[in-house]
C-alpha cells in the first residue's frame, strides 16, 4: 500500500513563491513518474507537472512553464514543486499522484486516470 502525504500549501500574495512536498510511503519509489495536480472546488483536477522516475524527464501544463518547478529526491522518497511567480488564478488544492506505469510520456502524464494513488491535498491560496 502507498500513502502520499502532501504538505507546504497555505496562503502568499501574488508574485511570491510556495514549495510543496509530498511524502511517499512504500518501496520502489523511484520506479514511479509521479505527478501534481490542482483542482479547485466545483471544477475538474487540472495537470500541474509531472516527473520521471530517475527524475531526468518533466512536463508541465502550459499554466505552470516558467513559474513551476517538479523535482524528487528518491533518497527521501520525495516530489517537489516549486511555485514561484504565484497568480490568484494558482488557488486551489494541489495533489501530488503516483503514474500506474514506470513510464509516461506526453498525455500519458497528463492523464489524472493514470494515476493510481493520491495523496489528500494541500491548499493554495494567492491573494491579490
Known amino acids: 500500500q502507498v500513502q502520499l502525504v502532501e504538505s507546504g500549501g497555505g496562503l502568499v500574495q501574488a508574485g511570491g513563491s510556495l514549495r510543496l512536498s509530498c511524502v511517499a510511503s512504500?518501496?520502489?519509489?523511484?520506479?514511479?513518474?509521479m505527478g501534481w495536480f490542482r483542482q479547485v472546488s466545483g471544477k475538474g483536477r487540472e495537470f500541474v507537472a509531472a516527473i520521471s522516475g530517475s527524475g531526468d524527464a518533466s512536463n508541465y501544463a502550459d499554466s505552470a512553464k516558467g513559474r513551476f518547478t517538479i523535482s524528487r529526491d528518491n533518497a527521501k522518497n520525495t516530489v517537489y514543486l516549486q511555485m514561484n511567480s504565484l497568480k490568484p488564478e494558482d488557488t486551489a488544492v494541489y495533489y501530488c499522484?503516483?503514474?500506474?506505469?514506470?513510464?509516461?510520456?506526453?498525455?500519458?502524464?497528463?492523464?489524472?486516470?493514470?494515476?493510481?494513488?493520491w495523496g489528500q491535498g494541500t491548499q493554495v491560496t494567492v491573494s491579490s
Open positions: 512504500g518501496r520502489f519509489f523511484r520506479n514511479y513518474p
Open positions: 499522484a503516483r503514474h500506474r506505469n514506470y513510464y509516461c510520456s506526453n498525455y500519458g502524464c497528463y492523464d489524472g486516470s493514470q494515476y493510481d494513488y
